[in-house]
């Protein structure tokens, strides 16, 4: 029974006095009584940003208390409205594009008064800076500003030329000028230049058409802060779950809110609501919460919901980057789910339905999305899928589809490892050796390509283009995956003593990119928080463990709420773009914890095993009861702590290797006691930072040009993806009698250096031949503009599905293969429209193109796919592009773009 013992102990002494009670009773009861209130004052976990208590959170001001295991209260406030400046920076975009100035260059106003207004700002032109004249420290609640924008260059090049070339060198035609938006860093302006077009109040309108367009925002609006309540008390019967009980009113606390929370989270369909704010069912938040803990609570729900991401046999990639698959990959985590709820259940019908889904799909991926070079997997980075928030902003959607990202790819290894064991149960050993080598190609890809000895962690991703470069930012979800998946292997010890950590917890990535608002930049995420626990648990580092776990109670504790993430800087819910309450890997990350770290409960094809971790902090007795397991209800005890168990026993008999059959029926006692083993380990915790902006290069003429970056004390030049110059200069001459690609990168004071610019081809006549589509193909009569040579062809299902391109190479060597082409059929982050199509050299399979949307309704801006790589032999051949059936597309009807001409470059 829970109970306050400071508001207990004054009744009760009066109480033992009136009744005489004898003086060594009245003795023992108090120090009981101060006994508990000492260790409620006994810190678990301590920062400097804040501590928890066993029986609370406190972080500087605010404290969240449990009053019990199913009551909380906490008077938290979120800071983000008190405190903004009143000097806001921004930019202009047409049709949803940084397209105004250069990257790092914007437009600033400082808001003086209740009512602002700026000055009529030229569309391209140079920053008109006011000059404050009043010592203004903070924005005013409800400021309004009006912003006005001169369009008329843009409209006059419309007029005189039919297109207005941008500073980034892209031409807008007429036809496509969709409207122009305000971007900026002040709700409600957001730097997510792809999703403006989804804010009605960010586009600029010229009402009486003078070419001058104006916007009226409110900013700071009292209703912005997000509040949160201020007490939670279990309302849902639970008991149907396991029942979880410690010395620590906190951890009891948390772990009832997200049972009561996962309740709140499987809707009247009977599958799993992805959070509060995000209806529906998407492929990578079911998986990762299944694995975490939905397959123990909830595997019906969880067979419910990863067959609602199915169609055609196929696992569904949820709409994303350039038009999703193939440019996001990260559908297969589905697989790792599935396994998870057959170990769990020993469905075997489940376990057949599920081999045939994830072989089609990985079937496909083998076509699609492996490279047979690095032995890596193409695509976007997993659940890290809006794209400035963690890619330079450079990159196409095509460039990240040849992106090949950490934790994409330590998933694909994974899904490799569960398809060889799924095989083998079926009795298919066969698939089971294939699948078993796919992936140990990609454990060595990972280690071969992505490890950063220097760092000790693995890269970000492999980025570029025809020559790749590492990343060295470090990205959570993946470090900890490559730990728990086995993929790092003796690295895993340096994984998590060496990736960086903050005080709020793991980083998405770090060091941040500049310019862009938390949501997976400056951003911390619960869900991956718990993975990260998990991966330290089974490092054996208490260290990072203890502040994982601290990290997952503080904002659910604190927020009264498992919310989707936070500012990695400050620890706040209100500062993200997006946030949502009841967030389901949150939830499931939180309830994660007490199984599958605490009580070290994982699942074998046929057991189930123990492998506890306690840190030292959290030592005493715990008790899990009516935990199901297949036929078997266990209620299981475990006192002290540590990673060792010394003994362990099953209705008092010893119980070997820590194992529980899953023959066993019935309902059974489980005894755990830990060997109070010390166990060490770090965390490499290091401030918030931000690295430098990436500087923009061009060459003319035998020389490298870029623009200067502040805070930048040098710069790299790359040559073929490899540093060549390190200089403080802005330009650098370079040879023109070969191909090459150069790139630049800022680096500041303290070494840390910039994304690489985008890369400058330098491409003489003699290595380079460009085939018009419309010579080899029906020219289409569709009527767009910015073509080359006379026209260009459209390819979809039922047009032009074949088409062969002769090619005369005058010199054997390797050559890059590529299309210009257009996609408008739909914006550059969401949807599902991605054409894909198959390259075959002489009959022979070379690789796939992939034709990314571009821009919703945006059929004159032009862009290349991307590069196939192949040695060709001097002599004449025969280039195929193809619609075969692995070259289907998550949307299924339309597979579609416009293709204008195939150029054929020679690298070496």
């Not at 790819?409 to 066969?430: C, F």
């Amino acid at each position: 029974m829970d109970f306050c013992f400071s508001l207990f102990i004054p009744y009760f002494i009066a109480k033992l006095i009136f009744m005489k009670t004898p003086l060594r009773i009245f003795g023992g009861l108090l120090l009981l009584g101060t006994s508990a209130i000492a260790q409620d004052n006994k810190p678990i976990y301590t920062s400097k940003a804040y501590t928890v208590y066993p029986d609370r959170v406190a972080q500087g001001k605010y404290t969240a208390r449990a009053l019990s295991s199913t009551s909380l209260t906490s008077d938290y406030r979120s800071p983000a409205n008190m405190f903004k400046s009143p000097v806001i920076e921004f930019k202009f975009s047409i049709n949803g594009k940084d397209n105004e100035m250069t990257p790092g260059v914007n437009h600033h106003f400082t808001c003086m008064a209740q009512s602002n207004e700026t000055p009529v700002i030229e569309f391209g032109g140079p920053d008109k800076v006011q000059k404050v004249t009043a010592a203004i420290t903070f924005l005013q609640p409800s400021t309004q500003i009006k912003i006005r924008l001169n369009m008329n260059p843009v409209l006059n090049a419309f007029k005189e030329r039919g297109f207005y070339t941008c500073a980034n060198g892209d031409k807008i035609y007429k036809n496509d000028f969709k409207g122009v938006f305000v971007a900026g860093n002040t709700a409600p302006m957001i730097w997510d230049f792809n999703n403006l077009v989804n804010h009605p109040d960010l586009e600029l309108k010229d009402p009486d058409g003078d070419g001058i367009y104006e916007t009226t925002l409110i900013l700071n609006k009292p209703e912005d802060e997000n509040k949160i309540a201020s007490s939670w008390t279990m309302t849902r019967d639970a008991s149907a779950f396991p029942q979880y009980h410690s010395g620590y009113k906190i951890s009891d606390a948390v772990y009832n809110l997200a049972l009561e929370e996962m309740q709140k989270a499987v809707e009247p369909d009977s599958t799993f609501r992805t959070g509060k704010e995000w209806g529906g069912v998407w492929t990578r938040d079911i998986s990762y919460s299944i694995i975490l803990s939905m397959a123990v609570l909830q595997p019906k729900v969880a067979v419910y919901s990863l067959m609602r991401k199915v169609k055609n046999d196929r696992i569904i990639q949820d709409t994303g980057t350039g038009g999703a698959y193939p440019c996001s990959s990260d559908r297969m985590i589905w697989a790792v789910a599935a396994y998870e709820v057959y170990k769990v259940t020993g469905d075997k019908n489940w376990l057949q339905k599920a081999y045939r889904i994830v072989k089609n799909s990985a079937d496909d991926d083998a076509l699609n999305v492996y490279d047979k070079q690095t032995g890596l997997v193409r695509g976007e980075s997993s659940f890290l899928d809006w794209r400035e928030e963690t890619y330079p902003k450079w990159m196409q959607p095509a460039d990240i589809y040849e992106s090949e990202c950490l934790g994409t790819n330590v998933v694909h290894y994974q899904v490799n490892k569960v398809l060889s064991q799924m095989a083998a149960l079926l009795k298919d050993p066969g698939a089971a050796a294939l699948y078993s080598e796919r992936a140990e190609t990609i454990k060595k890809g990972i280690r071969e390509h992505l490890w950063i000895p220097e760092k000790g962690y693995y890269g970000q991703y492999l980025y570029g283009r025809n020559y790749k470069t590492l990343s060295p930012r470090s990205e959570g979800l993946g470090e900890a995956l490559a730990v728990l998946f086995d993929a790092a292997g003796p690295n895993a010890q340096s994984v998590i003593s060496h990736t960086p950590v903050n005080d709020f917890g793991i980083p998405c990535i770090y060091p941040q990119i500049p310019g862009i608002l938390p949501y997976h930049n400056n951003a911390i995420w619960p869900f991956v928080e718990s993975y990260w626990a998990m991966a330290s648990a089974k490092a054996g580092d208490e260290n990072s463990l203890m502040r994982a776990i601290s990290a997952v109670y503080r904002p659910a504790a604190m927020f009264l709420t498992n919310k989707e993430n936070m500012v990695a800087t400050d620890g706040d819910y209100a500062g993200t773009q997006i946030n949502s309450s009841n967030m389901l890997w949150s939830l499931s990350g939180n309830i994660s914890l007490v199984y599958k770290v605490l009580f070290g409960i994982h699942y074998n094809e046929s057991s189930l095993q123990f492998q506890p971790f306690v840190p030292k902090a959290l030592a005493g007795e715990r008790s899990l009861q009516n935990y199901t397991y297949r036929n078997a209800v266990l209620n299981i005890s475990m006192s002290g702590f540590g990673n060792v168990v010394k003994s362990i026993s099953l209705d008092g008999k010893a119980l070997p290797g820590a194992i529980i059959p899953a023959s066993l029926t019935g309902k059974h006692i489980v005894k755990i006691i830990l060997a109070d083993n010390l166990v060490t380990g770090k965390s490499n915790l290091l401030p918030g930072y931000t690295a430098p902006e990436t500087p923009m290069a061009s060459y003319q003429n035998g020389t490298l040009n870029w623009d200067k970056i502040p805070g930048a004390i040098s710069y790299h030049v790359l040559k073929n993806g490899k540093i060549i110059l390190t200089t403080n200069a802005h330009s650098a001459k370079v040879p023109t009698n070969a191909y090459a690609e150069y790139q630049v990168a800022s680096v500041d004071a303290k070494g840390v250096s910039s994304f690489n610019s985008e890369p400058v081809q330098v491409i003489p006549a003699s290595v380079v031949s460009v085939t018009e589509a419309e010579t080899v193909a029906d020219k289409s009569d569709l009527p767009y503009e910015g073509f080359s040579g006379s026209g260009f062809v459209e390819i979809s299902k039922t047009k032009n599905t074949t088409i062969n391109i002769p090619v005369n190479i005058t010199q054997t060597g390797v050559y890059a293969i590529d299309f210009k082409y257009a996609n408008g059929n739909g914006p550059i982050n969401t949807e599902n429209k991605c054409a894909i199509r198959t390259l075959d050299a002489d009959g022979h399979f070379a690789g796939t193109i992939v034709f990314p949307q571009r821009g919703k309704g945006v059929w004159s801006e032009w862009g290349f796919s991307n590069a196939v790589q192949l040695k060709l032999t001097k002599g004449k051949h025969i280039l195929s592009l193809q619609f075969k059936p692995a070259n289907e597309n998550m949307n299924g009807d339309i597979n579609q773009a416009m293709v204008d001409y195939l150029r054929v470059v020679r690298l070496n």
